[in-house]
């Protein structure tokens, strides 16, 4: 195992129903001396975090695809078809192709990863992610030793997604990775939350969850993963690069040029809800932070 990585929020309270804990889950636990949520009474944590409620999550959205207020992409997002869904996978691979949605689903782990979740926006939520890490899904595409980048790619349909019958932003919307980043164990393909299946509005079938960047950089609706030896222009950086850049982590230190980062607002709380100080990295410093050693953040934030 190349990293070791700990879930200090809690389980309970997340589904009435047990969950499994594959083995995947109980070697990470063992490695590192702490028991994941839901292994156990004894499970240490490094404070008690409860994931927000189905309604918070799916109600309170940023997806410009289907409009840019938060409710729009609930009101909308029942118009995208997701099935068939088929994802583009390209570039310095070994085994380019389409591969369908099922396909990929037959060769994946699913597991449970509570993740916090920091918009750059400066609010929060706590969210149960059911899916499978990244590196799983390059590895069955066979990464060539030359690719040093991951670009991801939304869809572009119009018709069904209202949004982008507007030029809000240069569709279809793009992000990317470096490579260490997108093999760290921690990135992860979303597919359900709370052990259901993602709804459109929160990216189906298939999203990107990169827990201690800014949501912004977890991209939705997934259809085309292109392995590049170069980096690749998000689509933010694309439009603002004075305030938004290709890294996106999560850093208090750094304010966004119209906003302090350095606390955030946690849905549910109320809108005037009291604020809480913002954790380096999102509270994956311990996990992430060798990633970017001897970088300068403020540089390339």
């Not at 309270?13 to 292994?39: C, E, K, Y």
């Not at 409860?50 to 840019?68: A, L, R, V």
């Not at 790619?153 to 793009?174: A, F, N, S």
Request: aromatic letters at 12%; glycine letters at 8%; one cysteine or more.
């Amino acid at each position: 195992m190349a990293h070791r990585w700990t879930n200090t929020l809690t389980h309970k309270d997340v589904t009435p129903q047990a969950h499994f804990m594959n083995r995947r889950q109980l070697m990470a636990g063992a490695a590192s001396g702490v028991a994941l949520a839901g292994i156990g009474a004894g499970a240490q944590a490094e404070e008690a975090l409860e994931p927000n409620p189905w309604e918070d999550i799916t109600q309170y959205n940023n997806f410009y695809e289907f409009g840019t207020g938060k409710s729009d992409p609930a009101t909308y997002a029942g118009a995208l078809t997701t099935d068939p869904w088929t994802v583009a996978i390209d570039g310095l691979v070994e085994k380019p192709g389409d591969y369908s949605f099922k396909d990929i689903m037959a060769e994946m782990t699913v597991e449970e990863r509570i993740y916090r979740f920091r918009c750059v926006e400066a609010w929060s939520m706590v969210i149960p992610w059911n899916g499978f890490e990244l590196a799983d899904l390059l590895a069955l595409a066979g990464v060539m030793p030359e690719g040093k980048y991951v670009r991801f790619e939304t869809l572009y349909r119009p018709e069904e997604m209202v949004g982008q019958k507007y030029r809000t932003i240069d569709w279809p919307y793009v992000e990317g990775l470096r490579m260490d980043e997108a093999l760290h164990p921690l990135t992860i393909m979303a597919t359900g939350i709370y052990g259901k299946t993602i709804p459109n509005q929160n990216g189906a079938p298939l999203r990107l969850v990169v827990p201690w960047k800014y949501g912004f950089k977890s991209i939705k609706s997934i259809v085309r993963i292109t392995v590049t030896e170069d980096q690749p222009v998000n689509t933010w950086q694309a439009l603002q690069a004075s305030e938004y850049g290709f890294y996106a982590n999560v850093n208090p230190t750094v304010d966004h040029p119209r906003w302090s980062q350095a606390t955030e607002r946690k849905v549910g709380g109320g809108l005037f809800s009291k604020r809480v100080p913002t954790l380096m990295f999102n509270g994956y410093e311990e996990e992430v932070a060798s990633l970017y050693e001897g970088m300068d953040l403020t540089v390339n934030y």
